[in-house]
Nanobody, 120 residues
Framework: VQLQASGGGLVQAGGSLRLSCTAS????????AGWFRQAPGKEREFVAG????????HYADSVRDRFTISRDNAKNTVYLQMSSLKPEDTAVYYC??????????????WGKGTQVTVSS
């Protein structure tokens, strides 16, 4: 599975962004998918995950109620709608795919990141 993330950018605190991740290669719809992020000087951390059907989702406590993950298997795409953004959300965001969503989500495939910068 090849993953390509897009949609990052610069936004003011309180604003919104939607990230997209489009998959190619193997059948994407059989994989769980998720988003991770890595801020400067910090380890990469889990943000949100979604099961292959979209029926189950998981979120990091830091983004719950602000971020929403969804997917459209007909378009081989997973989305991350980010709202009420905070400066501490600034990071490179990576999409990922794997066989199982069960926490901790341990993906088999990773895409290149997209930069999200939130100004105060």
């Amino acid at each position: 599975v090849q993953l390509q993330a897009s949609g990052g950018g610069l936004v003011q605190a309180g604003g919104s962004l939607r990230l997209s991740c489009t998959a190619s290669g193997r059948t994407f719809s059989v994989y769980a998918a998720g988003w991770f992020r890595q801020a400067p000087g910090k380890e990469r951390e889990f943000v949100a995950g979604i099961s292959w059907s979209g029926g189950r989702t998981h979120y990091a406590d830091s983004v719950r109620d602000r971020f929403t993950i969804s997917r459209d298997n007909a378009k081989n795409t997973v989305y991350l709608q980010m709202s009420s953004l905070k400066p501490e959300d600034t990071a490179v965001y990576y999409c990922a795919a794997g066989r199982e969503l069960n926490p901790p989500f341990d993906p088999d495939y990773w895409g290149k990141g997209t930069q999200v910068t939130v100004s105060s």
